[in-house]
């Protein structure tokens, strides 16, 4: 069942076999998590908390006083220019050096305020 959005992109719902089998747990440890992250998101977002979202191998997605913004891991951004440039276009973009974040700073430095709350 997918969801029709403008511009002919579609909604597909999560995989959750497939993410259960790629992470060699049951589907119903993967539904628990993603309901569990979702629901706590949707709390913390509703009492207007900053949020980080820590996603594994990409980066961090900041939420902070109604703005958003997404900090990539430079590995991540790598692997991603070489599939480009195998794919024959390649990915040079200078302002990307503002959303480009190393693993071992600390979260709550990537903040306004210095508070969040990390989502492993």
Same mark, same amino acid.
């Given at each position: 069942?997918?969801?029709?959005?403008? @511009?002919?992109?579609? =909604?597909?719902?999560?995989?959750?076999? %497939?993410?259960?089998?790629? $992470?060699? &747990?049951? !589907?119903?440890?993967?539904?628990?998590?993603?309901? @569990?992250?979702?629901? =706590?998101?949707?709390?913390?977002?509703? %009492?207007?908390?900053?949020? $980080?979202? &820590?996603? !594994?191998?990409?980066?961090?997605?900041?939420?902070?006083?109604?703005?958003?913004?997404?900090?990539?891991?430079?590995?991540?951004?790598?692997?991603?220019?070489?599939?480009?440039?195998?794919?024959?276009?390649?990915?040079?973009?200078?302002?990307?050096?503002?959303?480009?974040?190393?693993?071992?700073?600390?979260?709550?430095?990537?903040?306004?305020?210095?508070?969040?709350?990390?989502?492993?």
């Amino acid at each position: 069942l997918s969801c029709g959005f403008p @511009g002919n992109k579609e =909604l597909e719902p999560m995989k959750y076999s %497939k993410v259960a089998a790629d $992470a060699f &747990v049951s !589907r119903q440890k993967v539904e628990a998590c993603v309901l @569990g992250t979702t629901s =706590l998101l949707s709390l913390c977002l509703g %009492k207007g908390e900053n949020i $980080a979202l &820590v996603l !594994r191998d990409m980066g961090v997605l900041l939420i902070e006083d109604r703005r958003v913004q997404m900090k990539f891991y430079s590995d991540f951004l790598e692997r991603m220019n070489e599939k480009r440039i195998q794919g024959g276009a390649a990915f040079k973009v200078p302002q990307l050096m503002d959303v480009v974040v190393s693993r071992v700073v600390p979260i709550a430095s990537l903040t306004f305020t210095g508070r969040v709350i990390v989502f492993p």
